[in-house]
């Protein structure tokens, strides 16, 4: 297996054409998250024609929702979330300059035409292993919807997130790939 | 008939989710370390390698396994010869549960159907209450995360699927689930009884530890089946590809209507989560 990518965002779109399916990368810099709530209310703004809380141009968006940080802790156990929910909302927003999404489990085909016509990444965290994603974050506040609790948009700053490509630009899926090389029968 | 005061279930839920949500079973990690033996895929042995670091560190240092610390799912073996006082068992068990999510920072997941409006303190709970002789009280907290729950179903068979219907369904929900319910997997079925009855049934199988077996020999052999079929799919650790696609199937079976064949299958991701305490 080869050694992560270490990548600092925001990604420009030679950053992304770079990464391609089964790439480990180990995520430095800012990203944002979000998740349901969340998305429905920048879909909303675009819909309307507004502003959104944040300059998402070259940004990752990380669907996650944590658990409250303990005292002492920068932040509370973050692993991804389901990344269909959200499959209604990101190619309007990978048309606005997103150029990442972290979750897990497949996305739609809209979504994976968006990533391509656009050039954006889809990558996966491990999902359940909250507690060890937590420590990658060294700094967490949050910037919008502070009323949605854990579903509030956070900005994080991140050392090394671990995280693997799973649909890169050229329209390929690690889901698809994977599954293909060890399925028996 | 033995008194027993509520306040001591209360406690005792605070402490079992607080308990569940950070510390995996012993039997858990052992499946991982089983699965790394056998996993033929690099990456698969990264990410069980890695899911192992993460139950090491929120066990260390009590925080959650992952951030989904679920809904609440208390099963209650109640003695008929104990006496609760000092007040009503549900409000005592969600009293519990409101403290162990406040008090363990774990994250508050129940909300409102249609405003989707959080409770704010992760009640109500799921109670499943079972009458038992004897004049003890078992008290069993089960979180349950909405990843995997989203992937689950209750079917109703026809008499003439048989066994073979049963396979295929299961293998096929699994198949169709891919990388959403956090593989490897736990695959819960609850076969006959009615419609609820079976979807109790599913749920109620995961409570049996990893890597024992099912006291049933004939469903014993199925489990072994239906698990074996699964990993021949290939989905692998998250999804990404590889052998252990599930750690176990576990099944419970009773008897069902003549004309019917309830099958339900509840996916449980590899936070397989549940704290038991005896009264």
Known sequence: ?185 | MREIDVKLITEKVRDLCMEANTDLGEDVLEAFDRAIQKEESPLGVEILKELKENARIARDERVAICQDTGFAVVFIELGQDVHLVGGGMKEAIFEGVRQGYRDGYLRKSICHPFTRANTGDNTPAIIHTEIIPGDQVKITVAPKGGGSENMSRVVMLTPSDGIEGIKQYVVQRVKESGSNPCPPTIVGVGIGGTFELAAFLAKKSLLRPLGSKNPDPELDQLEFEILTEINKLGIGPQGLGGRTTSLAVHILMMPCHIASFPLAVNIQCHAQRHKEVIL
Do not use: C, W
């Not at chain 1, 879909?43 to 658990?67: A, C, M």
């Not at chain 1, 973050?78 to 990101?90: F, L, N, V």
């Not at chain 1, 609790?149 to 090394?160: K, N, Y």
């Not at chain 1, 799973?166 to 399925?183: C, P, S, T, W």
């Open chain 1, 1 to 185: 297996m080869t050694e992560p990518i270490r990548l600092k965002t925001p990604f420009s779109d030679k950053d992304v054409e770079r990464l391609k399916i089964g790439d480990r990368v180990l995520l430095n810099g800012v990203i944002y998250t979000g998740r349901d709530a969340a998305h429905k209310r920048l879909s909303d703004l675009l819909k309307e024609g507004k502003e959104l809380p944040f300059d998402i141009r070259g940004q990752i968006i990380y669907y996650v929702g944590p658990t409250p940080a303990k005292p002492g802790q920068v932040f509370g156990s973050a692993g991804p979330t389901t990344s269909y929910r959200m499959d209604a909302y990101a190619p309007a927003l990978i048309e606005k300059g997103l150029k990442g999404m972290i979750g897990k489990g497949m996305r739609s085909d809209a979504v994976k035409e968006a990533m391509k016509k656009h050039q954006a990444v889809y990558f996966a965290a491990t999902g359940g292993a909250g507690a060890l994603l937590a420590k990658k974050v060294k700094k967490a506040e949050v910037v919008a919807y502070e009323d949605l609790g854990p579903e509030a948009i956070r900005r994080l700053e991140v050392e090394d997130l671990p995280v693997i490509v799973i649909n890169d630009v050229r329209g390929n899926d690690l889901y698809i790939e994977g599954e293909k090389r060890y399925r028996q029968g």
